[in-house]
């Protein structure tokens, strides 16, 4: 997840600066196109959670906000130098410290973000099915699972970025200025980490979903009474303002773990050099579709919210009501009868 570049059985594939030029425009305008409003909605997703109090305190929430927070981080970080690479195919500042901070930032938010949606989900499972565990440790299991999802992968990236004993030879024409030297000296790392952090959290994340999906399904056969009914849309509410989010990071990482292990485990050269090619021309940034997406999935999920915007969109019409019933009516869109009656009616 680190590089431009993967290096898989002693093979360097590497993208030359000229050949994705209508994927770079693609991805661009793609990109550029989604920017604006995804960042309306998390402006509007975050100011909901700061003014209304009872999402804001809610356990249940604790995750989802995180979330949020590490995907507008980076946007904030990371989006504007991928954008200018997209654009001019080569990296805006050309340092090699900067090159390989710009590796580990956009790896290690990656890996918490993906992790943080996994642990979310295993959240929402024991929220739903094992209530009174979760209303137990749920504050104390927050914190020790947060806590680990950020600092493995930063302790991770820092130890290999910055002090694995080899020599980075930066190449200012290639995404990320091309591959780290860990990866290309211990292939054995670079495996390792793609399992650890990218395999890993979303096959936590398929089967924890597909578990909640099947066991609200045999509930719902179990259920006779109709309070047994009521509990049971509600466990379908508390599972859809999760199951949406996760269904986006399904949709999106689900093919680039495909190349990951077509790169891994195909003996033919060729299938493996369109595998990464595949892989870093699309994926490394289409994964923005889940950063961008995710807060649209979140507002979707979030009746409150929906009561605000409806309570904005009648206080507008309100407003439009109001103006146009105090507008004063020109005299010269009189009709000249009218204006006479008027002025013989005052004579008398």
């Given at each position: 997840?680190?590089?431009?570049?993967l290096?898989?059985?002693?093979t360097?594939?590497?993208?030359s600066?000229?050949?994705?030029?209508l994927?770079q425009?693609?991805?661009f305008a793609?990109?550029l196109?989604l920017?604006?409003?995804s960042?309306?909605c998390f402006?509007f997703?975050?100011?909901s959670?700061i003014s209304?109090?009872?999402?804001r305190i809610q356990?249940?929430?604790?995750?989802?906000?995180?979330?949020?927070?590490?995907?507008?981080t980076?946007?904030?970080?990371?989006?504007?130098?991928?954008l200018?690479?997209?654009s001019q195919?080569?990296?805006l500042?050309?340092?090699?410290?900067?090159?390989?901070?710009?590796?580990?930032?956009?790896?290690?938010?990656?890996?918490?973000?993906?992790y943080i949606?996994a642990?979310?989900?295993?959240?929402?499972?024991?929220f739903v099915?094992?209530r009174?565990?979760y209303v137990?440790?749920?504050?104390l299991?927050?914190r020790?699972?947060t806590f680990?999802?950020?600092?493995?992968?930063?302790?991770w990236y820092?130890g290999?970025?910055?002090?694995?004993?080899c020599?980075?030879r930066?190449?200012?024409?290639?995404f990320?200025?091309?591959?780290?030297?860990?990866?290309?000296?211990?292939p054995?790392?670079n495996?390792v980490?793609?399992?650890?952090?990218l395999?890993?959290p979303?096959?936590i994340?398929?089967?924890?979903?597909s578990?909640l999906v099947?066991?609200?399904?045999?509930e719902?056969?179990?259920v006779?009474?109709?309070?047994?009914?009521r509990?049971?849309?509600?466990?379908?509410r508390m599972?859809?303002?999760?199951f949406s989010?996760?269904?986006?990071?399904?949709?999106?990482?689900?093919?680039?773990?495909?190349l990951?292990?077509i790169?891994i485990?195909?003996?033919?050269?060729?299938t493996?050099?369109w595998?990464?090619?595949?892989?870093?021309?699309?994926?490394?940034?289409?994964?923005?579709l889940?950063i961008?997406g995710?807060?649209?999935?979140?507002?979707a999920?979030?009746?409150?919210?929906h009561e605000?915007?409806?309570?904005?969109?009648?206080?507008?019409?309100l407003?439009?009501?109001g103006?146009?019933?105090?507008?004063?009516?020109p005299l010269?869109?009189?009709k000249p009868s009218?204006?006479?009656?008027?002025?013989l009616t005052?004579n008398?």
């Open positions: 997840m680190s590089t431009s570049i290096y898989v059985n002693s360097t594939v590497s993208l600066p000229s050949s994705p030029s994927i425009s693609i991805m793609l990109l196109g920017l604006f409003p960042v309306l402006a997703v975050f100011n959670f209304l109090r009872e999402l356990p249940i929430n604790r995750f989802i906000i995180l979330l949020l927070i590490i995907n507008f980076q946007i904030i970080v990371d989006l504007p130098f991928r200018y690479y997209l195919s080569i990296v500042i050309q340092n090699a410290f900067f090159c390989r901070f710009w590796v580990w930032y956009d790896s290690t938010l990656s890996t918490i973000n993906l949606m642990i979310s989900s295993i959240e929402r499972y024991i099915f094992h009174i565990y137990r440790y749920s504050l299991s927050f020790i699972s680990t999802s950020i600092l493995i992968p930063t302790a820092t290999f970025i910055f002090f694995y004993p020599t980075n930066p190449s200012y024409i290639n990320q200025c091309g591959a780290l030297c860990y990866i290309s000296s211990s054995t790392v495996q980490e793609n399992y650890a952090y395999i890993l979303i096959l994340i398929v089967f924890t979903n578990l099947f066991q609200v399904l045999i719902k056969r179990r006779t009474r109709n309070d047994g009914m509990l049971w849309r509600k466990n379908v599972i859809s303002q999760l989010v996760a269904i986006l990071y399904i949709c999106v990482y689900i093919p680039s773990v495909v990951v292990f790169i485990f195909s003996s033919n050269s060729q493996r050099a595998a990464i090619r595949t892989r870093v021309s699309y994926f490394y940034h289409l994964k923005y889940v961008f995710c807060p649209f999935m979140v507002l999920s979030q009746t409150k919210m605000k915007i409806k309570r904005f969109i009648r206080f507008c019409c407003q439009q009501q103006r146009n019933t105090n507008q004063v009516i010269t869109t009189m009218f204006i006479g009656r008027q002025r005052t008398k």
